[in-house]
T-cell receptor, first 115, second 112 residues
Framework: EDKVVQSPLSLVVHEGDTVTLNCSYE??????LLWYKQEKKAPTFLFML????IEKKSGRLSSILDKKELFSILNITATQTGDSAVYLC???????????????FGKGTKLSVIP | ETGVTQTPRHLVMGMTNKKSLKCEQH?????MYWYKQSAKKPLELMFV???????ENNSVPSRFSPECPNSSHLFLHLHTLQPEDSALYLC???????????FGPGTRLTVL
């Protein structure tokens, strides 16, 4: 059974701090790893990682994948209160059917950034 | 508001009711999904439709019945639900073989 484990489950930091969120996985037919930010309802897509060692960056957020050790990290530098959200890690694997893929999600890390 | 819309946004129903959730996208995506998000549990895939054909039914109880009449619309028909079915139901769409990038705002369902 595919499994995605995120840590920590929750985290409280002060504005300006740097945080690292962790995601480890056990998945067959791995295709990619995705990070999402969920503030209220709909998760919003952040990154897709398919290759080891290539860092993806978007502003203060960056992420890297290690396919040998089966984990990924999401870094947020100079955190702001607007970064408060649940960060979801998901692993995409191929499945039977018309070329579609299944996402297995972790439980998420709830990040709270206080002023 | 994202490119995927869901109605209703909130729904309260009794265990004997029948209701339907609706999802719509006009982005030309070729795959649509239903996910369930319960408190303290990961997002769980329920159903996947690719090119209007159901390609995955993830051991979902028969009281949940999906319908995909065309590539832009997806329904989830609900009947005789249980209180433990109370959750946030998220629709999503993607353009295969690309990743799943777009979720709808969700329907918050409460079963009394």
């Amino acid at each position: 059974e595919d499994k995605v484990v995120q840590s920590p489950l929750s985290l409280v930091v002060h504005e300006g701090d740097t945080v690292t969120l962790n995601c480890s996985y056990e998945v067959t037919n791995f295709r990619s790893l995705l990070w999402y930010k969920q503030e209220k309802k709909a998760p919003t897509f952040l990154f897709m990682l398919t290759s080891s060692g290539i860092e993806k960056k978007s502003g203060r957020l960056s992420s890297i994948l290690d396919k040998k050790e089966l984990f990924s990290i999401l870094n947020i530098t100079a955190t702001q209160t607007g970064d408060s959200a649940v960060y979801l890690c998901a692993v995409e694997a191929s499945m039977t059917g018309a070329g579609s893929y299944q996402l297995t999600f972790g439980k998420g890390t709830k990040l709270s950034v206080i002023p | 508001e994202t490119g995927v819309t869901q109605t209703p946004r909130h729904l309260v129903m009794g265990m004997t009711n029948k209701k339907s959730l609706k999802c719509e996208q006009h982005l030309g995506h070729n795959a649509m999904y239903w996910y369930k998000q319960s408190a303290k549990k990961p997002l769980e895939l329920m159903f996947v439709y690719s090119l209007e054909e159901r390609v995955e039914n993830n051991s979902v109880p028969s009281r949940f019945s999906p319908e995909c009449p065309n590539s832009s619309h997806l329904f989830l028909h609900l009947h005789t639900l249980q209180p433990e079915d109370s959750a946030l139901y998220l629709c999503a769409s993607s353009q295969l073989p690309g990743p799943l990038k777009l979720f709808g705002p969700g329907t918050r369902l409460t079963v009394l």
